[in-house]
C-alpha cells in the first residue's frame, strides 16, 4: 500500500497544518494495520500498481515461514534452530561460538543469546521510533579486540524516538562499549546522525536501511535508503539538494571522523570547497550545481539507493557488495566500488524508473543511464551484478567465508528476502567481480520468478532479517518471525579446514527429528494470516520443494545442539 502524498504546497510548516496531517496520517495507518492484521514490515519495499503482470510480487507481500520448518536443497545440510521466541529481530552479531547479540526492531532491546537462551536482562534499551514499520533498532556490529582488557566496540544503527508521535529524532549510528563481562552496553558515543523523516509529511518515513559492518581497513559502513522518497543529489536529482546523508552507503571511523581517501572528495578538496559550480576535478567536470557543500560528503562511499537491507565485504577480494529493493521491479545485487552510483531515482534493476518497468537504460555498455549525478566524474554508476524483474525484496547478503558447509560453498554469497521466503545461492566469477550466471540467468536477470529458482538454495523461512557466519563456519539465519537458525551438515565433512573442532562438537549431538506444531511457526503468536496471495505463494513454494528431488527434507528440523562449555 501506498499513501498517496499531496502536493508540496500542503502541510508545509504551519504547525496546525502538521498537527493536521500526522493526524489525518495515523489514522490511515491505523485502519490499514487493522486491515492487515499488523503484517507489514518492510512493507514499503515494493508499491503497488494495477500491472497485472507486477501486483503478485509486488508490496507488502512478507512471506509466512512454511508450517514444516525451512529446508534446504542440499541433502548433506539440515537446518537447525538455535533460538526462538525473539520479538522482531533485525540484526545478529557474535561475541563468541553460541554468544550472540541481537536486535529486536521495535522494543529496542539488545538482547544477548547464550546457548541457546534469550537472557531475561537486555546489555542495551534504546528509545526507538517505531510509527514506521521500517525503523526500529535495525543494525550491529563488533569490532575485534586483540587486547581481552580493553573493552570492545559495538556499533548500533537506530531510529531514535523524537519524543512526539510520528517524528523521529533521526536514524543514528552510535558507538558503545561492550563491558568486559559482556553484559552492557555503556558509553554511547554518537557517530552518524542522518535523517529519518520524509520530506512530506503525508509519505512513509520508510526506507532507512540500517545494516553495519566494519570493514578490512577498520572503517564502519551502514546503508540507508530515500528515507521516504527524498530527493536530491544522493538520488541523481542534478538540481536537487546537496548530499544530505540519505540513499547512500556511509562510512565513517570508528571515532565517527570522516575517512581520507572519501571517493567522492578530490584529491584537491575542489569538490568540497567549491559552490561556484565551476570546478572540475574530472573528464566530466563539475555539473552546475553538484558538489554544493554538505556536511554528509566526506560520509558517502556509494550513492543512488533506494533502499537496501543488505551489505557485506568479499573476504577474498575485500570488496563490498549490497542488496537493493526496487519499487515495483528491480531489485539488485551490486558490487560497490568506491563512488559507486547505483542510479536511483532513474534506474532501478536496468530498466528506467517509473510505475512500470520502462526501457533498459541501466546497462554498463548498452545505453547507460544519462545525466546522472556523478559529482565531477568521481562517482560511477555502475549495472546491477543481478537484477529481479519481478520484486522478491533481497534483504541480507553474506559471504560464507568458511569450509564448514563443504568446500563447494566456501566464499559464496547468499541472500535472503521479503517477499517468497527464500534463501538464495550465488557463485561469484573467477575474476569474484560478478556472478556465475548461466542458462535463463546468463543474462544476469531473473525475467520471471521460474528463473529465479535457479538460485534459491533453502526454502520456508518466512522473511529473512538477517544472515551471518558463525565463529563455528556455519550460517546463521535471522528470521522476522522470531526464530534464529543455523545450516549445518548432517554429516562430518572432510573439506573442513580450520573450523573442524566446532563440527566434530555438533557432530556428536544426536540427530533426533520432529515435526514442528503449528504453534512454533513464526508468525503465529501475532495472529497473522496468509494473504491469499501469500497462501498462493506458500503453496507454490512446496510444492516446488516437493518436485524438486534433490533431497529437501520437508518437516524435519533437528534440535539445536547445546553445548557444554562457554566460551567468552
Ligand atoms: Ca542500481
Ligand atoms: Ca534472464
Known amino acids: 500500500m501506498r499513501i498517496a502524498v499531496p502536493s508540496d504546497s500542503f502541510c508545509k510548516s504551519f504547525s496546525i497544518r502538521r498537527v493536521a496531517c500526522i493526524t489525518i496520517l495515523l489514522v490511515i495507518l491505523i485502519c490499514s494495520s487493522v486491515l492487515s492484521n499488523g503484517r507489514y514490515y518492510f512493507g514499503s519495499l515494493h508499491g503497488i500498481n494495477n500491472s497485472n503482470q507486477f501486483v503478485a510480487y509486488a508490496a507488502y507481500t512478507k512471506a509466512l515461514s512454511s508450517p514444516g520448518g525451512p529446508t534446504v536443497n542440499d541433502p548433506n545440510l539440515r537446518v537447525k534452530i538455535v533460538a526462538k521466541g525473539l520479538q522482531i529481530p533485525t540484526s545478529i552479531a557474535f561475541l563468541g561460538p553460541n554468544d550472540i547479540l541481537v536486535l529486536e526492531k521495535n ?191 566526506n560520509d558517502y562511499y556509494a550513492y543512488g539507493i533506494r533502499n537496501s537491507f543488505g551489505i557485506d565485504i568479499d573476504p577474498v577480494t575485500g570488496k563490498l557488495w549490497d542488496t537493493e529493493n526496487g519499487p515495483t521491479f528491480g531489485d539488485e545485487i551490486n558490487l560497490v566500488n568506491p563512488g559507486f552510483n547505483s542510479g536511483w531515482l532513474q534506474v532501478t534493476g536496468i530498466w528506467k524508473a517509473g510505475p512500470n518497468p520502462g526501457p533498459v537504460i541501466g546497462e554498463d555498455n548498452n545505453n547507460p543511464p544519462k545525466n546522472l549525478v556523478t559529482f565531477g566524474g568521481k562517482g560511477v554508476y555502475r549495472a546491477p551484478e543481478f537484477s529481479w524483474l519481478q520484486p522478491i525484496g533481497p534483504t541480507a547478503l553474506k559471504f560464507l567465508n568458511s569450509a564448514q558447509l563443504g568446500v563447494q560453498y566456501q566464499n559464496d554469497m547468499f541472500v535472503g528476502d521479503v517477499n517468497t521466503g527464500s534463501l538464495y545461492h550465488f557463485k561469484l566469477n573467477q575474476q569474484r567481480d560478478g556472478l556465475a550466471l548461466t542458462g535463463a540467468l546468463a543474462d544476469k536477470v531473473a525475467n520471471t520468478p521460474q528463473e529465479s529458482q535457479q538460485v534459491v538454495f533453502g526454502r520456508g523461512f518466512g522473511t529473512i532479517t538477517d544472515l551471518q557466519v558463525g565463529p563455528d563456519g556455519y550460517l546463521y539465519v535471522l528470521t522476522f518471525g522470531g526464530t534464529l537458525y543455523r545450516i549445518v551438515t548432517l554429516y562430518p565433512i572432510s573439506n573442513n579446514g580450520n573450523n573442524g573442532k566446532e563440527l566434530q562438537s555438533t557432530s556428536n549431538t544426536p540427530s533426533t527429528s520432529y515435526t514442528i506444531s503449528n504453534n512454533n511457526i513464526p508468525f503465529s503468536s501475532n495472529n497473522q494470516q496468509p494473504t491469499p496471495n501469500q497462501q498462493h505463494q506458500q503453496k507454490t513454494s512446496n510444492n516446488e520443494s516437493s518436485n524438486n528431488n534433490v533431497g529437501v527434507v520437508i518437516g524435519r528440523i533437528i534440535p539445536e545442539h547445546t553445548p557444554s562449555r562457554i566460551i567468552k
Open 107 to 297: 522494543t529496542g532491546d539488545v538482547l544477548r543469546v547464550l546457548n541457546g537462551e534469550i537472557l531475561k536482562t537486555p546489555l542495551l534499551h534504546v528509545n526507538v521510533a517505531t510509527l514506521f514499520i521500517e525503523w526500529g533498532l535495525l543494525g550491529i556490529a563488533v569490532s575485534k579486540s586483540s587486547n581481552a582488557n580493553e573493552p570492545r566496540n559495538v556499533f548500533i544503527y537506530y531510529t531514535e524516538s523524537g519524543g512526539t508521535t510520528g517524528v523521529a529524532a533521526g536514524n543514528r549510528l552510535y558507538r558503545y562499549d561492550l563491558t568486559t563481562d559482556n553484559s552492557q552496553l555503556i558509553n554511547p558515543k554518537l557517530l552518524l546522525d542522518l535523517p529519518a523523516n520524509t520530506p512530506n509529511p503525508l509519505a512513509e518515513s520508510n526506507h532507512n536501511g540500517g545494516k553495519v559492518l566494519i570493514g578490512r581497513d577498520s572503517n564502519v559502513y551502514t546503508v540507508i535508503g530515500d528515507v521516504g522518497s527524498h530527493q536530491g543529489q544522493a538520488q541523481n536529482v542534478e538540481r536537487g539538494k546537496p548530499l544530505d546523508g540519505t540513499s547512500g552507503i556511509l562510512r565513517t571511523t570508528q571515532d565517527g571522523q570522516p575517512v581520507a581517501d572519501n571517493p567522492l572528495v578530490s584529491n584537491s578538496g575542489s569538490t568540497t570547497d567549491d559552490t561556484s559550480g565551476k570546478g572540475k576535478a574530472g573528464k566530466e567536470g563539475q555539473k552546475k550545481g553538484e558538489g554544493l557543500s554538505s556536511p554528509f560528503l
